[in-house]
């Protein structure tokens, strides 16, 4: 089973829309939790951080962590055309190293 | 906004030469960090560094790789002799704590460093 499972896509939705993007983990020992943008040719961008269960909020953004199903999203909403990128999610426990999803690459068309 | 630097963009290397990627981190970050992705697939840790060594490694982190950081802003990766398979995005990354210190703070990634292996 792989650590961090991400559907792929492409998801492609129109401005204005409720974007809402998942991953899946398997080792309940996880603790942190990432989503990162990452637009063509660049880096990851981290976009949201959270600790443990619950919701955090920034601007258009929302993740949630629900440990018990071990399911982890992120909601954008009012999407727009320059929210179209490969949001990546990643988690980690007791180690340095970050275990990346696949990403999910969104494209948002006026 | 601080950000991680990456030198250069992108690198054309002979297989079995020698590369060194370069990496200017957020100037108060203590945790300094390599990833990697190869066209079309995840992006994976290669090794940590704190405090002038090496905190963690994967696998993937063989002999033929090494990491230094030379002066007070610097951090290097170097690759001994490439291999075609070598050709990926190189990511540097840092962060001012690390979750071993018992508080994480979230690693901030440069644009990468593409290598190209002929």
């Known amino acids: 089973q792989k650590e961090v499972e991400q559907d792929p896509g492409p998801l492609s939705v129109p401005e204005g829309a409720i974007v809402s993007l998942n991953c899946t983990y398997s080792?309940?020992?996880?603790?942190?939790f990432m989503w990162y943008r990452q637009y063509s040719r660049k880096g990851p961008e981290l976009l949201m951080y959270t600790y443990s269960s619950g919701n955090k909020e920034d601007g258009r953004f929302t993740a949630q962590v629900d440990k018990s199903s071990k399911y982890i999203s992120l909601f954008i909403r009012d999407s727009q055309p320059s929210d179209s990128a490969t949001y990546l999610c990643a988690v980690n426990y007791n180690t340095d190293k970050l275990i990346f999803g696949t990403g999910t690459r969104l494209q948002v068309f006026p | 906004e601080p950000e991680v630097t990456q030198t250069p963009s992108h690198q054309v290397t002979q297989m079995g030469q020698e590369v060194i990627l370069r990496c200017v981190p957020i100037s108060n970050h203590l945790y300094f960090y390599w990833y990697r992705q190869i066209l079309g697939q995840k992006v994976e840790f290669l090794v940590s560094f704190y405090n002038n060594e090496i905190s963690e490694k994967s696998e993937i982190f063989d002999d033929q790789f090494s990491v230094e950081r030379p002066d007070g802003s610097n951090f290097t990766l170097k690759i001994r002799s490439t291999k075609l398979e070598d050709s990926a995005m190189y990511f540097c990354a840092s962060s001012v704590r690390s979750v071993r210190q018992g508080s994480n703070q979230p690693q901030h990634f440069g644009d990468g460093t593409r290598l190209s292996i002929l």
């Open positions: 080792n309940s020992a996880f603790q942190y």
